[in-house]
């Protein structure tokens, strides 16, 4: 799990494979859980949502055998997430509610904060910006004295995204500012590429193309530093960004910007200068 907040995904795979293994062996069925998190998260990340599935379907078999609710409630937002990435727009909204409900009935507030932050994705990827900003909105209230650097780095990046849908560049901007410093200390560089991602949608809205065209640059590069380039179900938002930036550019022009932008490094708000000087 360490290795996954880093975005270490080399040693993801290998560490929770192996512990699989041996807790398996030993038949205690609690270790073998707990590596389903994240290797199905691996899989998710990878594309690969068959794999992931498989993965919380065990891990959900496994918790109900052991009477484990707050896993439970895990592992149907794991498969609330996934259904999500396969715009099964009921299904995950109940698969989150179901685990919302569980957690809160065990006090296990972070499966609350995952459950209504998958609630929160539902809706503003079907197209509801007020049911979404409620969902976040209400997390970020209720649960602050809880909440993770990480958890807060996804809230500022819906928040960001739902503000640049709205058409509203100086809010989606500070918004994904907030969540890049979070980034920064974080030092994951997906989460970085997300933040930047945001900025480009921000400087796309605001009228600067170019400088939106190198952060995408940018964002690709450090996603694919960790052998993690987005797949086709999580490309909503950066190609709607994409459309918008080449639309004021031309084909080449966009192409150079781009490239510059993956020269640069992965903690950059403003391609022209570092996020660090000095």
């Given amino acids: 799990m360490h290795a996954l907040l880093r975005g270490d995904l080399d040693t993801v795979g290998r560490d929770a494979l192996r512990a699989v293994e041996v807790f398996?062996?030993?038949?205690?069925?609690?270790?073998e859980l707990q590596g389903v998190a994240p290797l199905a998260v691996l899989a998710e990340i990878k594309g690969d949502y068959d794999e992931a599935a498989r993965r919380q379907d065990e891990g959900l078999r496994i918790a109900r055998e052991l009477g484990l609710d707050a896993e439970v409630a895990a592992r149907l937002s794991g498969l609330g997430r996934l259904a999500l990435l396969t715009r099964e727009w009921e299904r995950a909204r109940a698969l989150h509610e179901e685990a919302r409900r569980l957690a809160a009935s065990q006090g296990y507030r972070y499966g609350e904060i995952h459950a209504e932050m998958g609630l929160a994705l539902g809706a503003r990827r079907s197209g509801d910006l007020a049911a979404a900003e409620s969902y976040l909105l209400r997390i970020r209230d209720r649960h602050a004295d809880v909440s993770s650097p990480a958890g807060d780095h996804l809230l500022h990046a819906e928040l960001?995204?739902?503000?640049?849908?709205?058409?509203?560049?100086?809010?989606?901007?500070?918004?994904h500012l907030r969540g890049l410093e979070i980034a920064r200390r974080l030092a994951e560089p997906r989460a970085l590429a997300l933040s930047l991602e945001g900025l480009a949608g921000a400087a796309a809205l605001g009228g600067d193309a170019m400088r939106a065209a190198q952060l995408l640059g940018t964002a690709d590069a450090a996603r694919r530093s960790v052998g993690a380039p987005l797949p086709p179900a999580e490309r909503g938002d950066v190609d709607r960004i994409t459309a918008a930036v080449k639309a004021s550019l031309r084909d080449a022009a966009f192409g150079e910007a781009f490239a510059r932008g993956t020269e640069l490094p992965p903690d950059t708000d403003h391609p022209d200068r570092p996020s660090h000087p000095g």
């Fill in 24 to 31: 398996r062996g030993l038949g205690d069925r609690w270790g």
């Fill in 160 to 175: 960001g995204f739902i503000a640049e849908l709205r058409g509203d560049a100086t809010r989606a901007e500070a918004e």
